[in-house]
């Protein structure tokens, strides 16, 4: 297949100047500067913490590590977090001023984290070397510049090419609109699944906002220079009550977490199933020639939640100058196109950088029109630093609006809907 062929070829043609070795597998690596000719003994020890959770992606970054830690003479430790956690976590790390000396954190954390005066700004001389508007949303790069993106999330549809065609559904219309994606639900039946992942995870706001979004709705709008929630506003209200619907539309017997759902899809007991990237990535590696032909994929909506995280680096490190230094050149390894290419394609994740996306997802890969979809037109929530809050009472309601569905099936959506956004919107004016 020619896209794969590309994704491996990728790793090849970096303009690296050594190799390094390990269980086997030989990686290219970029001299780091005057790093790789230090000759002092010295080992400085630097601690990134991150919120990965399963192997291959541990593995990776293990991996990856490695030769930055050969070439700088540092010992770079992971201290994984744990996402239930994590914010409770780095909030403890800046009141104290001690811990790691890098970050993973969530792209929506990052407005809170700063009113903190805890992470320390990138110039525009850094952000600038590490990629500048290749890294950010819209090829922008913020000022100040207070982290550097590194992965991006997001979800889609995937469906069954045979299955579609033995229904009488077009692909090409099959999810154009909201109207043709209830639709296509409607159609599919017991055969359409959306995973049910409950309450503190927020996986199903993630998703409730693409419909939002689509249905031309806000959560969060401006007024006077003051963010105002208006998620109980008529569009916004449709949305949630069209994501609502797909839910609904799912058979008891299959509401079901997204790697259950996955496992119907790839048996072929489901037509048409909405899956994280990582998910639909690990489907295609794990597929054969004639499997991948045969599924199709499909943004939510025209307008997606697009989510991911970003590094930030924490102003204690600054304590030391050479650990300052080095540092900063490891969030340079570690975001650069060739390093976020091998890390991605070891973890099953979508790079931020624009330039590694591309070349990840060339137009012959089955993902291509989906990803450059997402990447163009996809949406972030508000950075503002009301948001954790919002975020964690939306999660809490729409998991109550699933449960009240599924209860009583003679309200319909929108009544539930209102029900329960109605009040919860009034009570987050009061406080913004």
């Known amino acids: 297949m020619a896209w794969l062929s590309a994704a491996k070829s990728a790793q090849n043609n970096l303009p690296p100047d050594r190799f390094c070795t390990n269980r086997q597998k030989c990686y290219k690596i970029k001299r780091l500067g005057n790093f790789s000719r230090r000759e002092s003994t010295h080992m400085l020890n630097l601690e990134l913490s991150t919120f990965y959770g399963d192997f291959e992606e541990l593995d990776a970054l293990s991996r990856l590590l490695e030769p930055f830690n050969e070439q700088t003479r540092a010992l770079v430790k992971t201290k994984r977090m744990h996402w239930m956690t994590s914010w409770s976590e780095l909030i403890s790390v800046a009141s104290l001023g001690s811990g790691p000396d890098i970050s993973q954190i969530g792209n929506t954390w990052i407005s809170s984290l700063t009113g903190l005066n805890a992470i320390r700004p990138f110039k525009p001389s850094e952000s600038q070397a590490m990629g500048g508007d290749l890294l950010f949303p819209n090829a922008e790069t913020p000022n100040p510049c207070w982290s550097i993106p590194w992965t991006i999330y997001a979800f889609v549809i995937c469906y069954r090419k045979d299955h579609f065609a033995e229904k009488g559904i077009d692909p090409a219309s099959a999810f154009s609109s909201q109207a043709a994606t209830i639709e296509t639900i409607q159609k599919l039946g017991e055969a359409w699944l959306t995973p049910f992942v409950p309450n503190p995870y927020p996986d199903m706001l993630h998703i409730a906002a693409s419909w939002v979004w689509g249905n031309g709705g806000e959560l969060v709008a401006y007024k006077n220079n003051r963010p105002q929630i208006v998620f109980d506003q008529p569009a916004a209200i449709q949305g949630f009550s069209n994501w609502l619907e797909s839910y609904r539309a799912v058979p008891a017997s299959h509401r079901l977490n997204g790697r259950d759902c996955m496992g119907l899809f790839q048996q072929g007991k489901a037509s048409a199933v909405v899956s994280g990237m990582r998910m ?3 489907l295609l590696a794990s597929a054969d ?10 943004p939510i909506s025209s307008m997606p939640w697009v989510g991911g995280d970003s590094l930030v680096l ?9 650990r300052e230094k080095v540092a900063l050149e490891l969030v340079k390894f570690l975001t650069s196109k060739e390093n976020v290419i091998q890390f991605c394609q070891a973890a099953n994740s979508l790079p931020a950088r624009q330039d590694a996306l591309d070349t990840l997802y060339p137009s012959s890969h089955p993902l291509h029109e989906t990803v450059q979809a997402i990447s163009k037109s996809g949406r972030r929530y508000p950075a503002i630093n009301e948001w954790r809050s919002i975020e964690h009472q939306l999660v809490q309601e729409l998991d109550t609006i699933v449960h009240e ?5 003679a309200q319909t959506s929108q009544e539930i809907v209102e029900k329960r956004l109605h009040p919860l919107a009034q009570r987050l004016n009061r406080t913004m």
């Open 289 to 298: 020639e004639k499997t991948i032909e045969n599924i199709g994929f499909a």
């Open 405 to 409: 569905a599924y209860r009583n099936p």
């Open 314 to 322: 924490w102003k204690h490190s600054q304590r030391e100058a050479e």
């Open 280 to 282: 639909a990535n690990t």
